[in-house]
């Protein structure tokens, strides 16, 4: 690799020479090279590397069926690494299937608890942001996911960005056929607008549902959104990099 040392900056091919822009080294020079994709797909030293790679496609289109069944939702609350640290996360399900040879092991519903936990948002983690305490709840029979908290005080537990004055709790639900890559029900729910005082809360009691007896898995999300108000309107305060979401719970 080599840095360019002259006044140009460009970007993109010439031959097999690629330039290109490192955000902390500035522009950069690179060989093009490497393995070809044809010796991958045949070679047999590169077996292992295909079966690996299979098994990351799993990993990537388990990742993509739940963030798109929670899209609405991650427009405000996520960050830019959250689909490397889902298929990671992915990944390590796939390879805790305990069956299949390598290559061929899956995203099984027994093992998807293992998401729970997850903050669709690092750089604001749900906890860092609220440290009220509440209950998640997955009632299978009557598909109802319930949030409960009990009564709290905004300013000794929210920690909000600097601009904020008020806050809402979301909830979201979904029920996914992650085989047939489907979004089967979900749904979602907000409290009213509340102010980040020092006004004890009413207890908040939040629901949403799916199916009813599902056999497929269930997850529930639980985040916190901020704005401030103008002549009583109200403004979001940097939705991706404020507002936290967090799967809170897997019912397999």
């Known amino acids: 690799m080599a840095k360019q040392s002259n006044i140009f900056t460009s970007e993109g091919r010439v031959g097999k020479a690629s330039f290109y822009k490192h955000t902390k080294r500035g522009y950069l020079l690179r060989q093009k090279g490497g393995v070809s994709a044809a010796r991958i797909a045949t070679d047999p030293k590169f077996e292992n590397t295909r079966k ?63 998401l729970e936990g997850f903050d669709f948002n690092a750089d604001a983690p749900f906890i860092t942001n609220m440290s009220a305490q509440f209950t998640a709840t997955i009632d299978r029979a009557t598909g109802h996911c319930t949030l409960a908290i009990p009564s709290f005080l905004p300013q000794a537990t929210i920690t909000e960005p600097s601009s904020a004055t008020h806050y809402k709790i979301v909830i979201g639900s979904a029920e996914i056929d992650f085989p047939n890559e489907a979004l089967v029900s979900g749904n979602q729910q907000a409290s009213a607008m509340l102010p980040i005082d020092n006004n004890p809360t009413a207890a908040l009691n939040l629901q949403v549902n799916v199916t009813p007896n599902s056999t497929l898995p269930l997850f529930m999300v639980v985040g916190i959104q901020y704005f401030f108000l103008v002549n009583n309107m109200p403004n979001a305060v940097n939705k991706g990099k404020s507002n936290a979401l967090k ?5 397999v």
């Not at 996360?89 to 290559?103: H, L, Y």
């Not at 799967?247 to 019912?251: A, D, P, T």
């Open 52 to 114: 690996n790679g299979y098994e990351f496609g799993r990993a990537g289109v388990a990742n993509r069926v739940l963030r798109e069944s929670f899209a609405n939702m991650l427009k405000n609350g996520s960050d830019g690494s959250l689909t490397q640290r889902l298929t990671r996360d992915f990944m390590t399900i796939v390879q805790n299937d305990p069956v299949r040879a390598f290559g061929e092991r899956l995203v099984l519903d027994q093992n998807l608890p293992f």
């Open 247 to 251: 799967l809170v719970k897997v019912s």
